[in-house]
């Protein structure tokens, strides 16, 4: 199998449908990432590649072993393509600044989902007109469709993604991506035209990749080479949207589960060389429990570049519901008076309020709370009746880390696995979801758990993922009672039914299943006591800390961690952001994002200052006539074009603007009536002093924000440039004004 890039080169403007739709402002919406980048589906993509292989005369059996067949295990599965989601290049090229300028919380919501987006696209409005060539009532429509030009360099947009497919079929794959000429909604209106084609070059050919430099250091420094047993820790960005089977059908899990990392790797190794089931590897590896693949959880990025694993918040920390801060309940609960005004007082509707779907990271002695980003994804199929449906799926960019536990002899294997071009988790892996790249590998010499904590402390043991416990009579529990007389005896600790400690515990129950894709059926329904509970008890002298608790380890059910209780109930919550001046380097470090960063604050500009002089529309009025101002308004009109078709081709809208307001001022000095020709004077230089650079300018928050990216001098220019649109818009709007004043007189 080879992986290479593709391209799709926009020779039409585009409407990917999302399914989503927005009474009253968009009808139909395109496919956009919550960084508000347009993407064109790895599904749609793979769907439209299969349309084209049809239309090419390649028989069922040439398009099953091509593009899978649900069910059908005759076919080779090894032999069927990928397709990832295909991206503007831009965001391609600059994944990692996006995502930091979106959650960067300083960023005062210029790099928004909804300004983005609107760089990309446009509002197309249609209607149904009647056999007359009228338009019928209720049938207008707005569809947003995805612009053919870019704003940044008004050259034709183009996406890419990646395909991988055997290397037979490459020929094959060229002439269906050239066949596909028409994608997304209204081809035959004169939308959705694109032209596709493979690159030249292979990514399996690129060499001293970040993983290939990972996986080489991991080798190399192992420290002590006798080890029995290693620990792999390794963190995961998804590149593409992941669908974990959960409880429902339609919705995923929040992290990528042990039992689907374990058959992703399963599946790899198969797919490697002449690898089988029969391996004495393979058996040892996934089938006898002697490996233990952990959850892939979220992790975040600290402020010195280590990647901090997330967990299911504990029932006990806890906000407090008007003040937000963050707390152990179970020691604020104990508490009975407080000073008054304190923040920590939870009388009087304060009451704490449990973390529901977050997740915590300790760093640097506080706690940041964060959670796992989610979206509704919809898709349609034309096959037999049209169907359309929906998955919840894990937004792609984010990070996950775990680790594998496994023999010493077998280390490679799974290094080389994760140094594979590609990981994918979860469903629908070849078309759209469940793409992943490898982003960091450590290995190191497996130790048992090991905790700061002695004879007589009181301990919670939180339970870090979901695990299944059995009791003596091998029936499967989620009994509060029974898990923690099963923990107790684990751990060698005592276990009364009235002890005092019980207080400090807390239990959260759900129902375990899931997904055989070998079988294709639903697992077994077990109960389950879920990530996030908590089972105290007093320490004693016999007290050991086994490796996992419960059942199932190897699918990573069972990890869990031990914190001694302290006395303080206020926790300290921290926050990770970049300073503004950060923001601004790492722009300018990226031409093109900071093309988009740059064009976003212009226009927040122009609606800073248009806002301030709409305000102010009905106090600053020209005492002028109607038709007077209709002359004037085309006069500014006649000025902005005359000096746009002399420019020289290359010069900015500085110069162009320029030109245009000297133009501007002689029509109106000869404007023949001196009345008319002083009125619209005073009222050209009341509306210029917002764009003649000047101290004043400095009061505007987006004026300031672009001097600090751009530079003082880009900054008076770009704001003087606007001066003719404003007018226009503000002499418009005086010329209605007027009129129903007029008509309020007759």
Request: with cysteine; charged share 30%.
């Amino acid at each position: 199998m080879i992986t290479k890039k593709f391209f799709i080169q926009l020779k039409s403007d585009l409407c990917v449908g999302s399914g989503f739709s927005y009474a009253g402002i968009v009808d139909s919406d395109v496919s956009y990432n919550k960084y508000g980048f347009p993407y064109i589906s790895g599904k749609r993509l793979k769907g439209c590649l299969r349309e084209s292989a049809e239309l090419l005369g390649m028989t069922d059996d040439e398009i099953y072993a091509m593009f899978g067949k649900r069910a059908a295990s005759i076919y080779d599965s090894n032999d069927v393509i990928t397709i990832t989601d295909a991206y503007p290049r831009t965001y391609i090229n600059n994944t990692g600044l996006i995502e930091k300028l979106y959650s960067n919380k300083q960023d005062d919501n210029v790099f928004t989902q909804e300004n983005v987006i609107n760089l990309y696209t446009t509002l197309k409005a249609q209607t149904k007109l009647d056999k007359n060539g009228a338009a019928e009532e209720n049938t207008l429509r707005f569809t947003r469709a995805i612009n053919q030009y870019s704003f940044i360099d008004d050259k034709e947009m183009v996406f890419e993604g990646k395909i991988t497919f055997p290397d037979t079929k490459e020929e094959t794959v060229s002439n269906l991506l050239k066949a596909t000429r028409n994608i997304g909604m209204n081809r035959n209106r004169g939308m959705g035209s694109v032209r596709m084609y493979l690159d030249k070059c292979s990514e399996n050919d690129k060499k001293n990749s970040e993983s290939d430099r990972n996986i080489e250091k991991c080798i190399e420094n192992i420290s002590t080479s006798d080890a029995q047993r290693v620990r792999i820790k390794y963190v995961i960005k998804n590149e593409a949207p992941i669908i974990i089977s959960s409880d429902k059908d339609t919705m995923s899990l929040d992290y990528i589960s042990g039992s689907a990392v374990l058959g992703a790797f399963a599946s790899q190794y198969l797919k490697s060389g002449n690898n089988s089931a029969d391996d004495e590897a393979f058996k040892e590896l996934f089938l006898s429990n002697k490996t233990v693949f952990s959850d892939l959880n979220l992790a975040v990025e600290s402020r010195d570049n280590e990647y901090i694993v997330c967990h299911k918040a504990p029932g006990y920390i806890r906000k407090l519901k008007k003040t937000k801060v963050l707390v152990d309940s179970d020691l604020l609960m104990q508490v009975e008076e407080f000073e008054e005004g304190s923040r920590y007082d939870y009388h009087k509707g304060n009451q704490p309020k449990k973390l529901n779907g977050k997740v915590i990271a300790e760093i640097d002695g506080g706690y940041v709370i964060t959670e796992v980003n989610k979206e509704i994804l919809y898709h349609h199929t034309k096959k037999n009746d049209e169907m359309l449906y929906f998955f919840e799926a894990i937004e792609p960019g984010q990070l996950f880390a775990g680790d594998i536990v496994v023999d010493k002899k077998y280390e490679k294997i799974i290094l080389n696995i994760l140094k594979a071009d590609k990981m994918s988790f979860g469903k629908s892996r070849t078309a759209q979801y469940g793409r992943c790249l490898v982003k960091s590998i450590k290995v190191e010499n497996y130790k048992k758990p090991e905790y700061a904590v002695s004879a007589g402390d009181i301990v919670r043991i939180n339970l870090l993922s979901d695990s299944l416990f059995i009791t003596k009579d091998g029936n499967y529990t989620a009994d509060y009672n029974d898990v923690r007389q099963i923990i107790a005896e684990k751990c060698g600790l005592s276990c009364d039914e009235n002890d005092e400690v019980k207080e400090f515990s807390s239990i959260q129950t759900k129902i375990m299943t899931g997904y055989s894709g070998v079988w294709n059926l639903h697992k077994q329904e077990l109960p389950c006591v879920a990530a996030g509970s908590t089972f105290a008890y007093k320490v004693t002298e016999n007290a050991v800390w086994p490796d996992y608790l419960g059942v199932k380890n190897n699918e990573g059910l069972g990890s869990y961690e031990v914190k001694r209780v302290g006395t303080d109930y206020a926790l300290n919550e921290q926050k990770i952001s970049m300073s503004s001046e950060d923001v601004n380097e790492q722009l300018r470090q990226s031409p093109d994002v900071k093309a988009i960063y740059q064009d976003i604050i212009e226009k927040k500009l122009y609606e800073e200052v248009k806002a301030d002089i709409f305000k102010h529309i009905y106090e600053k009025t020209i005492n002028i006539s109607a038709s007077s101002l209709g002359r004037l308004t085309l006069m500014a009109i006649e000025s902005y074009n005359e000096a746009y078709s002399e420019a020289d081709k290359g010069h900015d809208a500085y110069a162009i603007a320029d030109r245009a307001y000297e133009k501007y001022k002689k029509r109106i000095d000869s404007i023949k009536r001196k009345a008319t020709c002083d009125e619209c004077k005073r009222y050209t230089k009341y509306i210029m002093k917002y764009f003649v650079p000047q101290d004043t300018n400095e009061t505007l928050i987006f004026y300031e924000k672009l001097k600090a990216l751009s530079g003082e001098d880009y900054a008076k220019k770009k704001l003087y440039s606007m001066w003719n649109k404003m007018t226009i818009e503000a002499l418009t709007y005086q010329k209605y004004i007027k009129k129903d004043q007029e008509a309020d007189n007759e």
